[in-house]
């Protein structure tokens, strides 16, 4: 008979795609469902399901699954689009615009998130109208002796902008609840319902008051004043001569705007940046360090000063020593907190790992520690074994016989989802390798997945027909499903009913009526098992302890 291999986290994504395509939004989440069940690293699924909740106006859970798909793969930009078309379909504009803005950071020419941008601060500046508020409010408001003027003001629109797209967060404020009792007939002022026969009256001219003069400067105020556009002046020709890569005389100009306003510690902070561009990472270092101890003796911002602790960061992050940079990006954010640093730091811990785990690698020294694992192997000395393995797969993680090796160990020690674990990477780095598929069965055999199993047994008979594990495996396993009964049987059933694979073909309406008819109908039943297919989810069904024949 056909071999069927165990269905995959891929393939219920397929369905799940397939569902998509045809607006059948529930079938698609449940798809997509089954594939994290199977695999919850992939952050891929987690994207689609959000897609699919997203479709179906389920903003707040495409919500989650775009996060969750962030955090899984924070480089991916997709991730942040996810997130960005979530939040803007649940109104929140502001961090729609931070989501698609982070992406853009990533991937700076993709499309879909320059697109999603784009709309997003469309419909975060369009202003408000129907929905919450009646039609018709602006013309009132217009008309109001005290409201109308305020229409002019960019903060009392704001206001009405956040009372069409969130109405209860406005509910508190007092101008708004003015407004609501006008509406209702209530308060100063005329607010009358326009009606056809009747035309509002004009809204009276609010009396202009003069506002009192500024009083003059000083000539120690002016003096001050002009010394600081200096140091503007003095600050700008430094930078266009950094950008020139003339360093020295970008110092010099810093040096100039520094004197000028000696208050003002961004200059400091520019020249600690020079120095990060000549390679003087030391100098850098010291200067940001001056720069902050001064900063704290002139009471400079807040903001200024965790910008010289986030130069210094820089600094160290060009001499590879990102513990230390991440010390100073905490030291920032301590005094003055920053969204895009806390990205940043994520982004570098992963980077840093990465390399960490590369500069790790060493394929000579991975296999004296597979060697000292066989050995501690040969003499039961299981955990020994498995501390030798798991440095091997550090040391070599390309290797697939070495995690092959730790699964053995960790079966020993009754660790069957550990092992399993490290077989199925095994044969994620090595489909074609047969001892793999033998272990793999073996840990469903001891796990009492006998369907699982049997597939995995025939797996590596496919690839080596006359492999002697996968055939000693398969019989053990045939006997087994056999001669099983009883309790045996109820807790083997239990332990199925949990797979998804089992799941999706016991929801098959084919199998279903083959059931059925396996009761009262023994001849269709017969007809149906002659396709090998159906014969193959029936033997499934049989094995994992679903279907009991006697």
Sequence with gaps: SDIKTIMSAAEFKAQGNAHLQKKEYDEAIAAYTKAIEVDSSDHVFFSNRSAAYLSKGDGANALTDAEQCIQLNSQWAKGYSRKGAALHSLKRYDEAVAAYEAGLAIAPADAGLQSGLAEVKKAQSAPPSGGFLPPQLLTKLASHPKYGPKLADPAFMAKLQMLQTNPQ??????????????????????????????????????????????????????????????AKAAKERGNALYKQKQ???????????SSLDPKCITYLSNKAAVYIEMGDLDRAIEQCQEGIEYGRSQRAPYEDIAKMYQRMAAAYLKKDDFPTAKECYAKAQMEHFDKAVERKVKNLELEYKKKQMQAYINPELALEAKERGNTAFRANDFPTAIAEYEEAV????????YCNNLAAALLKMGD???????????????????????????????????????????????????????????????????????VDD????????????????????????????????????????????????IDKLVASGILQVR
């Excluded at 009747?198 to 009276?204: D, G, I, K, L, Y």
């Excluded at 360093?247 to 705007?257: N, Q, S, T």
């Excluded at 995995?456 to 396993?477: F, H």
């Excluded at 109820?490 to 084919?510: T, V």
Aim: aromatic share 6%; with cysteine; proline share 8%.
């Design 169 to 230: 967060a406005m509910l508190q404020d007092p101008e708004i609840m003015e407004i609501f009792g006008l509406l209702m007939g209530e308060g100063e002022g005329p607010m009358e319902t326009d009606s056809p026969a009747s035309n509002p009256a004009p809204a009276p001219k609010e009396e202009k008051k003069d506002t009192p003069p500024s009083p003059p400067q000083t000539e120690e105020e002016k003096r001050a004043q002009a010394a600081k556009d200096a």
């Design 247 to 257: 360093f020295v005389e970008a110092l010099a100009a810093y040096d100039e705007a």
């Design 394 to 401: 550090k040391r070599d993680p390309s290797n697939a016989s």
């Design 416 to 486: 069957f989802n550990g092992a399993k674990r490290q077989v199925e990477k095994s044969l994620e780095l090595d489909r074609t390798y047969v001892k793999a598929w033998a272990k793999k069965g073996d840990i469903e055999f001891f796990m009492k997945e006998y369907h699982k199993a049997l597939d995995s047994y025939k797996a590596g008979l496919q690839i080596e027909p006359d492999n002697t594990l996968c055939k000693q495996g398969l019989n053990k396993t045939m006997q087994q499903i056999n001669s099983s009964h009883g």
């Design 490 to 537: 109820k807790e083997r059933a239990a332990h199925a009913m949990a797979d998804p694979e089992i799941q999706f073909i016991l929801q098959d309406p084919m199998v279903r009526q083959t059931l059925q008819d396996l009761q009262e109908n023994p001849q269709a039943a017969q007809r149906a098992l002659n396709d090998p297919v159906m014969r193959s989810k």
